[in-house]
Every structure is written in structure tokens, then in C-alpha cells.
T-cell receptor
Framework: DVKVTQSSRYLVKRTGEKVFLECVQD?????MFWYRQDPGLGLRLIYF???????EKGDIPEGYSVSREKKERFSLILESASTNQTSMYLC?????????????FGAGSRLTVL | DAKTTQPPSMDCAEGRAANLPCNHS???????VYWYRQIHSQGPQYIIH???NNETNEMASLIITEDRKSSTLILPHATLRDTAVYYC????????????FGKGTKLTVNP
């Protein structure tokens, strides 16, 4: 089974800190994604990447950046964390199967910004 | 991508079939229907997908109407561990990999 591993399950950071959320997948998937999930708002796409060093903005990229230096690793960066970035962050990678795209998600990283 | 409409919540008795509906009346011919679920405090989990024909796997069955404007996810013998939020998504084959998740249906399986 493909595994998507997020480095931290829970983080607490202070306003203004730089935050790195790391995600690693072990099945050579081309595509990787970062979502955030908030009560009442569902999952919202922040950034995604088709390949190494490539990135595309999702629906809510403001305040975030990403890095994909290696195929298996996709990092989400909060340059200067703010309280409105307190959220559950979900990383996913996708498998192209039978003409459709299937996402495998990590367990999530719950970030609290104080 | 076509939008989907799901009931916000449903209940089901343990051991009974859970039938979760999804309307996607604006679906186009090359759009797949995907189902995912999310158990509390975990990441979403892929369940099944289909294009035109009904599909079945070890987790569930997917019934798509002939006009493809709606579908039903069937969990044949629901267990307490099936309590989760179930998301129905429609997406174009190939192209951008982006999937847009709505608010889903909260399924509660009762003992």
C-alpha cells in the first residue's frame, strides 16, 4: 500500500514564526497536494505539484509557499504564521488508475498558531 | 468540474446496508464519479470510482444512473467503523489532478 507520511501530527507555533510541514510518499507518485480543512469549510486546495520543481496554486495559496526538490517530498511553508492559519493540513499524492485519479492522503498535521 | 449535492447527514443501523445518494446533474460525459470517506481525525480515504457502469470492490458498490445525473454509494453491511463523512466528487478524466471536496454526508452507524 502507498503511504503518505506527514512529519508532524500536532504542532503549536507562535504568530510570525516560519513553519515547515513535510510530506513524503513512497510509491513514486508524480502528483502531490496540500489541502487545509476547517470546520464548515471542508477541504480546500492550497497548492499542488505535477513533478519535481513544479508547483501550481490551488484555491487558497495566499500566505503559503511550497517546495518540491525531490519527487517523494512535498513541503508546505508558512513564511510568517498567523492565527488564521490554525487548521488541519492534509497532504496527498495521486495514482493514475484506469483513466481516473485516485488520491492517497496522509493522516494530517494539526497546526495551532498562538 | 460538475458540482455535487449530498445530504448533510444520514443514519444507519449496524449490519444494514447504507445507501448514500449524490446528485451531479451537470456531469459531462468524460467526468468520473469518485467517493472518498473521512473518519474522524484521519485523512480522507479513497473508496471507489466509476464512469458509466456500476462498480464494486471490497469496500462498497457504486450505482450510477443511466443518465449519470446521480449515483449511490452502497455499504452492504455497515459497521460502527463505517461512521465517517462521505464525499462524492466528479472529475474530468486526466488533465489537472485537482479534486474539489464538498461538505459530504456525515454517516452515523448506530448499534
Amino acid at each position: 500500500d502507498v503511504k503518505v507520511t506527514q512529519s508532524s501530527r500536532y504542532l503549536v507555533k507562535r504568530t510570525g514564526e516560519k513553519v515547515f510541514l513535510e510530506c513524503v510518499q513512497d510509491m513514486d507518485h508524480e502528483n502531490m497536494f496540500w489541502y487545509r480543512q476547517d470546520p464548515g469549510l471542508g477541504l480546500r486546495l492550497i497548492y499542488f505539484s505535477y513533478d519535481v520543481k513544479m508547483k501550481e496554486k490551488g484555491d487558497i495559496p495566499e500566505g503559503y509557499s511550497v517546495s518540491r526538490e525531490k519527487k517523494e517530498r512535498f513541503s508546505l511553508i508558512l513564511e510568517s504564521a498567523s492565527t488564521n492559519q490554525t487548521s488541519m493540513y492534509l497532504c496527498a499524492s495521486s495514482l493514475y488508475r484506469s483513466g481516473a485519479n485516485v488520491l492517497t492522503f496522509g493522516a494530517g498535521s494539526r497546526l495551532t498558531v498562538l | 468540474d460538475a458540482k455535487t449535492t449530498q445530504p448533510p447527514s444520514m443514519d444507519c443501523a449496524e449490519g444494514r446496508a447504507a445507501n448514500l445518494p449524490c446528485n451531479h446533474s451537470t456531469i459531462s460525459g468524460n467526468e468520473y464519479v469518485y467517493w472518498y470517506r473521512q473518519i474522524h481525525s484521519q485523512g480522507p480515504q479513497y473508496i471507489i470510482h466509476g464512469l458509466k457502469n456500476n462498480e464494486t470492490n471490497e469496500m462498497a458498490s457504486l450505482i450510477i444512473t443511466e443518465d449519470r445525473k446521480s449515483s449511490t454509494l452502497i455499504l452492504p453491511h455497515a459497521t460502527l467503523r463505517d461512521t465517517a463523512v462521505y464525499y462524492c466528487i466528479v472529475r474530468t478524466q486526466g488533465g489537472s489532478e485537482k479534486l474539489v471536496f464538498g461538505k459530504g454526508t456525515k454517516l452515523t452507524v448506530n448499534p
